[in-house]
């Protein structure tokens, strides 16, 4: 039905066809077909997911901090994982890599792109649905079927993956390498390529969307700062996931065909095995060419939606619009050939290192032109610390905070020593998991009244925000400079090494600072949930904001606009423009309705519109001569 | 407004610091108690539930602040006044927020900054320390200006009904600016660290003075030094059996006065080159104190070249700790053990290195002797099965 209303929005027999068609239970919740319903079951699932995953860091947090203690509750709750107490050094790896895999696939890119790029894409380019609700809606279900394996896979009975949530073979190809390798691993992998299957579909909707449906005067220079971010987003997914799924394929050969893609002169415990002339190393290029445009997929929709909200909150266009968009392509097309810098040791040709150091450092140039352009919407604003706009800000402090530290582990002379050390876990938590899941956040309140049709709690959003900027920039600050001394990532303990022993009391802070963060998220979850039902109901446009999904009613109806889909006048950033009644201007507000504010730069292309101006300035000075 | 009188009576605020009180002393009765006859105590769920009902206890206190706040503005509406002006206090917390991060940040820096590792002990390991210390400052220096502007901005600039925001939509010139500036730092960092780079790998010659292989597999370090004449002879891991632990080819004449070693002993000045290989799954060998890091990598042998400068005994005196060894661990994730796989390292003078390298006892053990004797017939036709096999 929605795909009829697409192809033909504006004809005015589409609402008739609304009030034939009742919705039960399992297609308006379960089964739906609506882009705004669909973000909402991918954004339901992230925060479940996130929610996991938060609580396996706390229990290696646990671990890391009291390494030599006993904690009889987690036999309790874990048993076989924790015989007397204590974390089992595989589960401890297990935990490690299954944070990392929910957080950076579940969370960050299903959780974040999942929900935006599905509410926003089509609300924000006006359009009545995706290109194919169908595909949209089947992305979601091989999105929950991937999460569904990935956790059953700790009822199994040597538990979960534990190779990294970066599956090197030959660790992850050997099942006598670890428990964490056997069973485990094959659900991850059947987990892996669901999820991409899911991606893929997402991604190519969303990029049909873009192209093909945008709104009368929509070009593409007129769209969001946040529609370009997913755009281009769904473009890096949909080229470089594939290359994850063949790396993938060939490691389920390797595992369970006798196949020698990676593999070559092994021996294990003493047995010679029969794998010759593969290569350990392929696979970290074929996981790379997707795991770095991967980060990028995590940070693009974050870095968009904070630049629609800081805009909109700093009541002021944000600045250097062009500058945005070219950063993000920028970004697009650099992030394919920088994969090389997470191998530079890895016996990769040192030459090849040094190319790669040349084009990770030429990314740093558009990340910095970014920072510098948000810093100049904020300058001379009226910024309203909207709990979403506090969010935004988090994330620019955060990307620069952990961005800074990128141009150390980029350098491959500085990535000798820092290469899979603290020092790299303090950088992409920094950079991609906390500036993302601010972004995400950030996103989650400013879009919440568009969701639920309800507000959330201001209040309680701003204590969320203090408590876990704070809490993350303690947990992540002092990370560096145990990486500065040597200490490496994914040790169960550190009581081996004397020289590490006194790193356990900066252990122990980090860990209540990320019990602290893990609380303050119960005031999150708190806010969300209440709200939903009891929440202030929202009105058309809280946020006094310019973009299309402030025109759509607060109802939420399956095909957005109850009436033709507005047309597009102007961009999406007339903030305190001088001159104008209000301090926004929507987009479908024509230019001929606010002679007063328009400005030469407005008809870069209208010839016609500049000399209307032209001729309106004089009849005004005219006037004003005569009085 | 029974309700705030209840909260104003201070019975709240007493009953939590008695709770706190006792359930801090029923905790530490717990540990004095329970740590003398072992942990097969069970769960102690004393202490789970104070952790519980602390949680709880500080969740209310949020909601009868948050209630309080609520009262309080609504108060002040009735009377026509405005409410909390939360822009503003906001805005001072931004404000409070950067004074304290950037005072934190010096702290860390300074306090466990100096907790970091000592100089370099290599040559190369200078050059790199000289680079970092670059990069450092540079990045240091975009880090503060660019904090300071941003939370300064958001203080600076918060809502006010009485005024408009400045519409700058773009200026081409600054943003020319802000482009180029970066650019040509970071041109700097690229063209500086390439060289060093490149330095650092540079392989020409191929040999060092002293050769070593060094053979990671769960969870050890094997360390083979070559004999009098200077060559390590051929591996070929099908050979892996038994004694044989590292798979030498001992039908390769150098293989026979090969030396085992349990400590990685360097002569101080002289160019090292490691030969490193992987048995089972990745390992990484990172010597941090040198600046020394490359994976080992099953079916791809890596090498890493170097120069130690400083001796265990001299770094022992710099650092001031009698016991400093210098240490070569796994930095790549491959197992259970992962976390405890280490050699110690030592740096000694030639005239004390070669004393312990004629100590050192040969791979070809009489054991291992007697077995290829046996073995090597049956070797060399497994092989040659193995190969018929591949062909067909």
């Known amino acids: 039905m929605s795909t009829l209303a697409v192809h033909d929005h504006g004809v005015a027999h589409h609402e008739e066809g609304h009030e034939h068609h009742h919705d039960t239970f399992l297609t308006k919740y379960v089964f739906s077909q609506d882009h705004k319903m669909i973000a909402k079951q991918f954004l339901i699932t992230g925060i479940t997911m996130a929610v996991i995953a938060m609580l396996l860091s706390i229990l290696f947090r646990i671990q890391l901090a009291y390494p030599d203690k006993s904690f009889p509750l987690l036999e309790t709750l874990l048993g076989r994982f924790a015989p007397e107490g204590r974390l089992d050094p595989e589960f401890y790896l297990s935990l490690v890599t299954i944070h990392g895999t929910i957080m950076v696939f579940f969370v960050l890119t299903a959780g974040l792109s999942g929900t935006f790029s599905n509410l926003l894409i089509p609300l924000q380019v006006g359009a009545r649905d995706m290109a194919s609700p169908f595909i949209n809606m089947l992305s979601y279900w091989f999105f929950l079927t991937a999460c569904v394996i990935m956790l059953s896979s700790f009822f199994i009975q040597k538990g979960p993956a534990g190779p990294g949530w970066t599956i090197y073979p030959p660790l992850s190809a050997l099942p006598t390498a670890m428990k964490g390798s056997g069973m485990g691993m094959t659900l991850w992998l059947i987990s892996m390529v669901c999820f991409v299957a899911s991606s893929l579909m997402g991604g190519i909707n969303y990029v049909s969307t873009v192209l093909n449906m945008r709104t009368k005067g929509m070009d593409l220079w007129k769209m969001p700062l946040t529609i370009w971010a997913f755009f281009l987003t769904a473009i890096l997914g949909v080229l470089s996931f594939p290359v994850l799924v063949a790396g993938v394929v060939l490691l389920i050969f390797d595992r369970s065909f006798g196949t020698s893609f990676y593999l070559s002169d092994i021996v294990v415990n003493g047995q010679v095995m029969p794998f010759e002339g593969g290569s350990p190393i392929l696979f970290q290029h074929l996981f790379w060419f997707l795991g770095h445009p991967e980060v990028y997929i995590v940070i693009m929709p974050a870095m968009g939606i904070s630049s629609e909200v800081m805009s909109v909150n700093s009541r002021k266009p944000i600045f250097g619009y062009h500058a945005m968009v070219y950063s993000l392509i920028g970004i697009t097309v650099l992030s394919f050939i920088v994969w090389g810098h997470h191998m530079f040791i890895t016996g990769m040709n040192p030459f090849l290192g040094g190319v790669f150091m040349i084009t990770t450092l030429i990314i740093a140039v558009p990340s910095a032109v970014k920072t510098f352009n948000w810093l100049a919407t904020l300058w001379r604003g009226n910024i309203r610390f909207t709990p979403a706009m506090l969010f935004a800000i988090g994330m620019v402090s955060f990307f620069i905070s952990g961005g800074i530290t990128g141009i150390f582990l980029g350098n491959a002379a500085l990535d000798i020593n820092l290469h899979d050390t603290y020092f790299v876990v303090a950088h992409f938590h920094l950079v991609m998991g906390s500036a993302a899941i601010f972004g995400m956040l950030a996103g989650v309140y400013h879009w919440f009244p568009k969701m639920f049709g309800k507000m959330m709690d201001e209040k309680l959003g701003y204590l969320h925000f203090w408590l876990t900027f704070i809490g993350a920039y303690l947990v992540f600050f002092p990370m560096h400079f145990m990486g500065l001394d040597g200490v490496p990532r994914r040790y169960y303990a550190f009581t081996e090494f004397a020289s590490m022993q006194r790193w356990l009391s900066v252990n122990m802070f980090i860990t209540w600072a990320a019990i602290m963060s893990a609380c303050a998220q119960v005031a999150f979850l708190y806010n969300f949930i209440t709200s939903i039902f009891w929440g202030r109901k929202a009105t058309q446009n809280p946020w006094q904001a310019n973009t299309l999904e402030w025109t759509t009613p607060v109802e939420r109806l399956h095909g957005n606009w109850p009436g033709e889909i507005p047309s597009v006048y102007r961009w999406p950033y007339d903030y305190s423009k001088p001159g104008a009644e209000e301090d926004y201007i929507l987009q479908t507000t024509p230019l001929s309705q606010t002679m007063s504010s328009n400005l030469p730069h407005d008809f870069e292309d209208n010839p016609a519109g500049l000399e209307a101006l032209n001729k309106w300035t004089s009849t005004q000075k005219a006037n004003e001569e005569v009085k | ?392």
């Open chain 2, 1 to 392: 407004m029974a309700f705030k009188k209840i909260i104003d009576s201070k019975k709240l605020l007493a009953f939590l610091t008695v709770f706190m009180l006792f359930g801090t002393n029923v905790l530490m009765a717990q540990t004095d108690a329970s740590s003398p006859t072992g942990s097969k105590a069970g769960v102690n769920w004393l202490s789970v539930g104070y952790y519980v009902l602390l949680f709880l206890l500080i969740a209310i206190s949020i909601a009868v602040i948050g209630k309080i706040l609520k009262v309080y503005d609504l108060s002040q509406q009735i009377q026509g006044k405005k409410g909390i002006h939360w822009n503003n206090i906001m805005g001072v917390i931004c404000l409070v927020f950067l004074v304290a991060g950037l005072g934190g940040a010096y702290w860390d820096i300074t306090v466990q900054g100096s907790m970091t590792l000592p100089e370099a002990a290599s040559k190369h390991g200078v050059k790199i320390d000289a680079m970092f210390l670059t990069t450092t400052i540079i990045t240091l220096i975009v880090f503060v200006i660019t904090q300071i502007l941003l939370f300064t901005f958001l203080f600076r600039y918060r809502h006010s009904d009485k005024r408009r925001a400045y519409f700058l939509p773009h200026n081409n010139t600054i943003e020319k600016v802000w482009t180029i500036i970066p650019a040509i730092v970071l041109t700097i960092l690229v063209i500086f660290g390439f060289f060093t780079w490149q330095e650092v790998e540079n392989s020409s010659p191929v040999k060092g003075d002293v050769n070593i292989d060094v053979t990671g597999h769960q969870f050890a370090w094997e360390i083979r030094y070559a004999g009098p004449d200077g060559i390590l002879g051929k591996k070929d891991f099908r050979l892996t059996a038994g004694a044989n632990k590292l798979g030498i080819d001992f039908k390769d004449k150098n293989s026979m006065d090969d030396l085992q070693a349990d400590t990685l002993v360097l002569p101080v000045n002289k160019v090292i080159r490691l030969n490193i290989f992987a048995q089972d799954v990745i390992h990484s060998v990172y010597m941090p104190h040198f600046r020394v890091q490359q994976n080992a990598v099953p079916g791809l042998p890596t090498f890493f070249k170097f120069t130690p400068t400083i001796t265990t005994e001299e770094m022992r005196r710099k650092v001031d700790d009698p016991k400093f060894e210098y240490l070569l661990y796994c930095n790549k994730i491959c197992g259970s053990s992962h976390y405890n796989m280490q050699r110690v390292v030592r740096v000694v003078t030639e005239g004390e290195y070669n004393q312990w390298i004629a100590k050192q006892k040969p791979y070809l053990t009489p054991a291992l002797r007697t077995e290829l004797k046996l073995a090597a017939a049956d070797q060399k036709k497994s092989i040659t099965q193995n190969r018929l096999a591949l062909n067909n």
